[in-house]
């Protein structure tokens, strides 16, 4: 059992809410806080304090890990005035950023923390629910590498994978890069299942039929078989893939880089958004190409 390290956890999202639980689990010392706070019931009963705000939470913690939407969330969890968790960082505490933010955020998050005497992973996962069920997510860190070694431990709890990519901000560029690789197969996909329904095939037929080949990865043989099914029950929503695409796309005009197959992605899913299905799950992207 995990006792020395005390360990609070900012966000109880879909995400969030598993992997606190694994660390809690495996005998970490645990206080989470969540914007609404009666999603940590759950995590209470299993032995994890409640905090009020970020700032208490993080207040005597040697780490701090935060799970949130996007660069706003992000921003209010730990830089808001009275209630942000950067205030309440010890010195030689340790803040991860796991959420899908900005390298540019993170790299502003990272200045902060440091000035408050403490260090910053910026350290995205990729996975989904089944997979943080599961402890097996993969995170790619950016940032110092003896850091990391003080904390794999702790993110080996919830983990397949620890992959240390480079500086702070360099996890937050892969991330954006990881899932604009699979929007574009999810967007290919979905209008090949279009163009073979159309020209004799099943729907279910034609993803089982693509499975078979190796070209085709084991997630993206699912998602087709998820789109043959309508299953379009939440696992990633359109509405974070979209801002997913969009923060990519920012970083790349910044950087100049030309991605023209991560921008017709996009506005495949901005348009399952103004269908209405921004909350659905990506696999509801085969409704505009289906």
């Not at 099943?202 to 078989?225: K, M, S, T």
């Amino acid at each position: 059992m995990q006792t020395m390290q005390h360990i609070a956890f900012l966000g109880l999202g879909a995400m969030g809410a598993r992997m606190a639980a694994h660390l809690v689990k495996a005998g970490y010392a645990v206080t989470v806080w969540n914007r609404d706070p009666a999603k940590a019931a759950p995590l209470q009963h299993s032995g994890a304090a409640l905090a009020a705000t970020p700032r208490e939470a993080a207040q005597g913690a040697d780490i701090v890990i935060s799970m949130v939407t996007d660069d706003t969330a992000a921003r209010n969890v730990w830089m808001d005035a009275q209630t942000g968790a950067a205030a309440g960082l010890q010195p030689g505490a340790v803040a991860i950023e796991c959420s899908t933010v900005t390298p540019g955020w993170v790299r502003q998050l990272a200045d902060e923390v440091l000035r408050r005497g403490a260090q910053l992973l910026d350290a995205p996962v990729v996975g989904s629910r089944p997979q943080a069920d599961a402890a097996q997510l993969i995170f790619m860190v950016g940032g110092d590498g003896p850091t990391l070694a003080q904390v794999r431990p702790v993110l080996s709890t919830l983990a397949a994978k620890v992959l240390h990519v480079g500086e702070v901000g360099q996890g937050a560029v892969l991330k954006l890069a990881v899932n604009a690789l699979f929007a574009e197969q999810l967007h290919s996909v979905a209008e090949l299942l279009g163009f073979l329904t159309r020209n004799g095939f099943a729907a279910d037929q034609a993803a089982d039929l693509l499975a078979e080949f190796p070209i085709v990865a084991a997630p993206i043989a699912g998602a087709a078989r998820m789109m043959a099914a309508g299953n379009t029950a939440p696992l990633f929503t359109i509405d974070l893939i979209e801002k997913d695409l969009r923060y990519l796309l920012e970083v790349a005009q910044a950087s100049g880089a030309e991605l023209p197959g991560a921008t017709a992605a996009r506005t495949a899913f901005q348009r399952a958004q103004r269908m209405g299905l921004g909350v659905s799950n990506v696999t509801a992207v085969a409704a505009v190409l289906g």
